[in-house]
């Protein structure tokens, strides 16, 4: 009796071959675009070209493979064509299986060289230094807020945020231990911890709480200590052999942190960008509404806005402000040549494509 699968098996074979054929066409098509790229000195990762790229192929698709899919097949597709033009190398705060390192991956792919840090500054430092093309650093949580370090370093630094990363988080509970009774202790990073405390304290309320410098870090801890448990990602328990004793156990489901790319270029305009801007005012009477009325004016939205202490001189702030619109854009411009009457200084620290 013949095998019914037999002929279907053959089908997809014969398309897996011709898939493959595209690719290595595909892949000569990008050795040429590497080789334009460079004699016109354009940089080769263009975040809204890879963007562009996602959308068309997802809204061109008639089914039935899985619309939340072809981004992640096209992204290792691009990530390792990307690779042939150059190794592009990016650095993330780590250690490796941090929510970073995650949004990292989702970002830049898997053929890209990820190098992980001990710290924010050390990411800004490796860019800033060449040694690194790109980093990847948290800036905000949907639940937590602002990641200070971030926003401090971009007092310091003349880098540019070349796109935003938004990634959901799920924190599990991980442990070697078989079961919740037998956890001593709780490692996480603090505002992993923030983010679950209501089931902390009404599933292990006696269990002291330990801070540490990542989630990923909380699960090296747990995987060396059968007493202890981690909060962290799914990832980081099976990068370090820990079993899943509850998932998704962060009190607000709806969980997002922002990622930004960073890198020395300041990117071209592309449908839809975004601009970041830092800024320093002194207190006095009337000045928010000043300093907001050059983008009410032309009608340009504000997606946040965000102010910090100015550490050497009291009473002073720095604001970061998020603008729909490219810098290069009139309005944004004028906007932003009106706002500088009433600051001290002004300082673009990017434009780049805005996630949906």
């Not at 309320?205 to 990602?233: E, F, M, N, Y």
């Not at 300041?266 to 975004?274: A, F, G, I």
């Not at 997606?303 to 100015?310: A, M, Q």
Request: glycine share 4%; proline share 5%; net charge negative.
């Amino acid at each position: 009796m013949s095998d019914p699968l037999q002929p279907l098996r053959v089908k997809i074979d014969a398309i897996d071959d011709h898939i493959m054929q595209l690719l290595n066409e595909r892949a000569q098509i990008v050795i040429e675009v590497g080789k334009a790229k460079a004699n016109n000195s354009k940089s080769f990762y263009v975040p809204s070209r890879e963007q562009a790229i996602y959308e068309r192929l997802i809204n061109n698709s008639p089914g039935p493979f899985p619309a939340d899919a072809i981004q992640r097949v096209f992204r290792e597709i691009i990530s390792a064509s990307l690779s042939l033009e150059q190794t592009m190398k990016v650095a993330f705060l780590g250690p490796q299986a941090t929510f970073t390192h995650v949004a990292a991956m989702q970002q830049f792919g898997l053929s890209a060289q990820l190098v992980a840090q001990k710290s924010i500054p050390a990411v800004f430092d490796e860019v800033a230094r060449g040694r690194a093309h790109y980093g990847v650093v948290p800036v905000e949580n949907s639940n937590e807020g602002v990641v200070t370090h971030t926003l401090d370093m971009f007092m310091e630094s003349d880098l540019k945020i070349n796109a935003e990363i938004l990634q959901e988080i799920s924190h599990d509970l991980l442990s070697l231990a078989s079961s919740v009774t037998g956890i001593k202790r709780v490692y996480s990073h603090p505002q992993a911890l923030a983010q679950c405390r209501k089931w902390l304290e009404e599933n292990l309320p006696d269990i002291p709480l330990i801070d540490v410098a990542s989630t990923a870090a909380a699960a090296q801890l747990a995987a060396d200590d059968s007493s202890a448990a981690a909060i962290a990602s799914a990832m980081a328990g099976a990068q370090y052999g820990l079993r899943q004793l509850k998932a998704n156990i962060a009190d607000n489901p709806c969980n997002f942190t922002r990622f930004l790319v960073i890198s020395k270029q300041l990117l071209e305009p592309s449908k839809l960008d975004k601009t970041s801007l830092m800024f320093c005012i002194k207190d006095e009477p009337g000045i928010l509404l000043r300093m907001l009325e050059p983008f009410g004016k032309r009608g340009i939205n504000l997606s946040k806005i965000e102010s910090r202490p100015l550490k050497k001189r009291a009473w002073e702030y720095i604001f970061f402000l998020d603008v729909e619109g490219h810098i290069d854009n009139e309005n944004v411009h004028d906007a932003v040549e009106d706002l500088a009457q009433y600051c001290q200084f002004v300082k673009v620290l990017g434009s780049y494509p805005k996630k949906a």
